[in-house]
């Protein structure tokens, strides 16, 4: 399949430490994948859903203990402990190797390796990047094979050319023996243990963010963890936002938006180019221009349903590969919580075990039928919305780039920072309620700079330094806005309806960047007046909740303006003009 020389040793290397019994190039045809699916439903790894009603479409179940990313057992191993940050964790290289080849020995004694050449980005383009995963588990190859570009063609354009190394072992699928290690100085990915999504698509996180996120830094571009959507206007003409938000806060609900129905009479119409990571360049004129380097969807099934994102059902009908989602044995069906009202009577739960969506725990709490990071991994092509230039190489030039998180008070609706140097204040002091899309507690209000804070694969004030040059490179930068779409009352019920209503604050959004509207100066940046976001046709929100829903309170932002201090004194490198700013806010709130 390939005489690249660095190609072929790292496969001799991983044989002989590995030992497994056989190798297989994964070539990316239809016949070979359709072989390994059935291969998969044979061993039991997979189970074939009803081909009618949903075709080519399989489920899945992880060990219990495998059911999200661990943040605790990844790595960015380095020369330098300085090189990574404080708030990631750190690997002496060597030391980090030497471990490795310990867990990895004879780890996959009777068991094929699998080779699978993949592209980030569309295969040839001149800013996609190429990777060769190393695997065991076939359940990761069927998934690679849908969000990333895989097979011959890939090492066609490889040539000799260079390539990220991935090597994963679902090894023991041992909690404590699971390390997931980045190494950016080596271009390089390990990962034993795990045979969960983000752990072990090694494309994904691992490349398109960690590694990437370096490759970014040396070569002068942006690996961010963002959606990127298009809102098309009436008269044909598309502008782009890419938005970030921590992991599991509704960013593929957003990339395939719904427009309320006055938006749609009037001919608006919203595209999804990306829902998870862009990369992001200086185009020719100027301007940011961002692609989406996957190939599909690894989005949180509990949820999605014919009202929050019916793009996103309609994605997962043909071709999918559902985890750890309830099973309905009367029709050979899935079911989440939040799909619809009717759960199976005769369902299998995600764990494994009898289930008909009516069940209590010892201390009767219900139990649920799908795990709440349960996950389906859909064709990009699947999706109704599906930008026209979602395989165009050269990206889609931003007009604004949006960061939000959930915080119940603090945050108002939306605001736009004052410059770039100021937006990049504003991402890197984002906070968010943690959800269940790693392992830990959920609900607690964490920094999370950029949505980034586990996907830097470098020091985190060198990150905060590089958005800063990135926007010294841009003649015309993107405006920068904040979100926040989980403010609640006083019942903690949300306020904001959320969903396709958020078109009426992307409206705002891009309107200020036409310099089309007006808006109110605050210590924090521009906030709109409360009668320019259109609440037409929004039943039980008036001008006075959306004034509610922008106000700023003083003493709250002056705790928060702390504790952004706070954890700038966790960081390293934080850059003075990131520190000025912040002394700016605190000069605004005691005016
Ligand atoms: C994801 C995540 O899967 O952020 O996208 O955890
Ligand atoms: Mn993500």
Redesign the pocket.
Known sequence: MTSNKKVLAFIEETKALCDPKEVVWVDGSEEQLEAFRKQAVEEGILIKLNQEKLPGCYLHRTTQNDV??VEGRTYICSKNKDDSSPINNWMESGEAYDMLKKLFKGCMKGRTLYVIPYSMGAVGSKFSKIGIELTDSIYVVLNMAIMTRVGQKVLDVLGDGDFVKGLHSYAELSEEKRYICHFPEDDTIISINSNY??NVLLG??CFALRIASYLGKTEGWMAE?MLILGVEYPNGETKYIAAAF???CG?TNLAMLIPPEIYKKKGYKVWCVGD?IAWIRVGEDGRLYAVNPENGF?G?APGTNEKSNPNALHTTQKGTIFTNVAYNADNNTVWWEGLDKNPPKNGIDWKGNPWNGDMKDADGKPIKGAHP?S?FTAPAVNCPCLSKEFENPNGVPLSAIVFGGRRAKTAPLVYQSTSWNNGVFVGSSMASETTA??TGAVGVVRRDPMAMR??VGYNMGDYFTHWIEMGKKVKNPPKIFNVNWFRTDDEGHFIWPGFGDNMRVLDWILKRCAGEVDAVETPIGYVPKAEDINIEGLEGITVDTIKGLLEIDKDTWKEEAEGIEKFYGELTRVPQELKDQLANLKAKLNA
């Open positions: 999200a990313r999504g983000g994904k996180k963890h921590p992991s599991a960013k998870d690894f949180v990071n996950r899309a790693a586990p996907f």
